[in-house]
């Protein structure tokens, strides 16, 4: 029976929108770190240290081919065991930042093959110390290329907030379903919640396609 | 014989005058492929020499491995009397590091066949971003050099200009100006006008011809432009299957070539127009 009730609905927005403001933030500080890391990740597999580009590169494929969700549980229940004690939001940036930013390094590793090897030979025909080479000449340009491979995971790292609810961070899917079980009304929370996600997903989406082409635009690449 | 073997080769260039540019028994290869066989050139100071060649003969190779964008197998480039690809240590010649490799890139220039501008910076950018954080240049200083070459070169209205809003001919020039900007004491060229639309060739070719005119600059050019290099070089080097298989001043070179390859690689550059 379609039994859908909005007394209910206003009833319960107020909590859903007071956890979305959860969600964003997760999903905005798991991918603060992403950026970051990833980046680091992606230019450590370009130093000449063979050991070190190896183990990252074994790294990246590691956390590429398991599940979120076992990482999540690793890091809060395992960790404990090693005397790692984390609060659930402490691990879980921890987890979903780790795994974005193994996604991120690869988006940058394409981007950074995408400039050419002519401005590495400008580069050093200018003598330009490495440092300066890659934040001044290579990463602008790996930038643009690398934009839209960062827009998706931005919006598949906020749609994969929700496994943080396995440990108990209070984002949008565990008010919903703690919703549910205090009042047995399913229906409303879960759909406000899929009703939620769509608006902030595809807004995003299409803002991410107008800040690529305006970074091209300041950078004067077209 | 090793060929890393560099034990018979000066620490130093001594003698008077002391070419500013001298390959000594230089080799390059790559695996089987041996695209230099045991190179000696020298240039001296001011010369402006042009080498000529088919394609594969390693005529690029040449200025690559000057600009440090190509390691060597055998033998010794000196710059300025100074060992460019290995340094001095301990009473021997050891393969350069970084810095060593740092220090002499500072005295070499180059300009690019696809020109390599930054595209993400303007022109005036491009001429200032190497004096700025390699010489230690003020911005200041660094404008005021990057403007006066900018000029030389016949773009300072275009200096705010990004490189995707340039002709190939106007991005060369820019080139040009940028590699100037460094103050090297030897320019290379490596095939500046071949990506170029004939009817701008002339503006890169007329900004060369000003400095071999107006500086003293060393200058080492690779070009398939016949008429121009017979023009403005000192010395001319044919390059043939990794060696030099004549040279000599244009007049010779072009006029009276003695060499049957040399004479078939005119008559075939000349047939192609």
């Not at chain 1, 931005?154 to 440990?167: A, C, E, H, N």
């Not at chain 2, 200096?159 to 100006?177: C, F, K, M, N």
Request: glycine fraction near 8%; include cysteine.
């Amino acid at each position: 029976m379609f039994d859908w009730r909005w007394d209910f609905t206003f009833e319960i927005l107020p909590r859903l929108i007071v956890a979305t403001g959860n969600t964003l933030l997760a999903a905005g500080l798991g991918y603060a770190i992403a950026v970051v890391l990833g980046l680091v990740l992606a230019l450590a597999q370009r130093t000449p240290f063979r050991p070190l580009t190896m183990a990252v590169r074994e790294a990246v494929e590691f956390v590429r081919s398991t599940p979120l969700v076992l990482q999540i549980f690793f890091v809060f229940y395992v960790g404990p065991q090693f005397g790692i004690r984390l609060s659930p939001w402490t691990a879980g940036m921890i987890a979903i930042g780790l795994h974005y930013a193994a996604y991120l390094s690869e988006v940058y590793r394409g981007g950074l093959e995408c400039v050419p090897k002519g401005q590495w030979e400008a580069a050093k025909s200018l003598n330009l110390s490495m440092p300066r080479t890659y934040f001044r000449v290579i990463l602008p340009q790996a930038l643009p290329p690398s934009l839209a491979g960062m827009g998706n995971y931005l919006v598949g790292i906020f749609k994969d907030t929700p496994m943080l609810s396995v440990i108990g961070v209070a984002e949008l899917m565990h008010t919903a379903n703690a919703i549910g079980s205090e009042t047995y009304r399913f229906l409303e929370p879960f759909t406000l919640v899929g009703i939620i996600f769509l608006c902030i997903s595809l807004p995003t989406a299409a803002a991410v396609r107008f800040f690529e082409a305006w970074v091209r635009r300041k950078l004067g690449l077209s | 014989m090793d060929t890393r073997d560099v034990s018979g080769f000066p620490l130093t260039l001594e003698g008077d005058p002391t070419p500013m540019v001298s390959f000594r028994k230089v080799t390059k290869s790559y695996g089987s492929l041996v695209v230099l066989d045991s190179l000696d050139l020298d240039v001296a100071e001011g010369e402006m020499v042009t080498v000529i060649g088919p394609s594969g003969s390693g005529k690029t190779t040449v200025l690559r491995m000057l600009m440090t964008l190509e390691t060597i197998n055998g033998g010794v480039i000196y710059v300025d009397g100074e060992p460019l690809t290995h340094m001095p240590e301990g009473g021997r010649l050891v393969r350069a590091n970084n810095r060593h490799m740092r220090q002499m890139r500072s005295k070499i220039g180059m300009c690019f066949q696809h020109f390599n501008l930054f595209p993400h910076m303007t022109a005036l950018e491009n001429c200032m971003e190497g004096p700025v954080h390699v010489l230690g240049l003020s911005k200041q200083d660094a404008r005021e050099r990057a403007e006066e070459l900018l000029a030389m070169v016949g773009m300072a209205e275009k200096r705010d200009q990004h490189p995707s809003r340039l002709s190939g001919g106007q991005q060369q020039r820019v080139a040009i100006a940028r590699a100037l900007a460094m103050r090297p004491k030897v320019m290379l060229f490596d095939e500046v006008t071949s990506a170029l639309d004939p009817e701008v060739i002339g503006e890169v070719t007329t900004v060369i011809r000003k400095l071999v005119s107006e500086h003293n600059l060393t200058m080492l050019m690779v070009t398939h432009q016949m008429g121009f290099a017979k023009d403005i070089s000192d010395r001319v080097c044919f390059f043939y299957g990794g060696r030099i298989e004549e040279q000599g001043t244009p007049d010779e070179l072009f006029g009276n070539p003695q060499k049957e390859r040399t004479q078939q690689f005119l008559s075939a550059v000349k047939e192609a127009g």
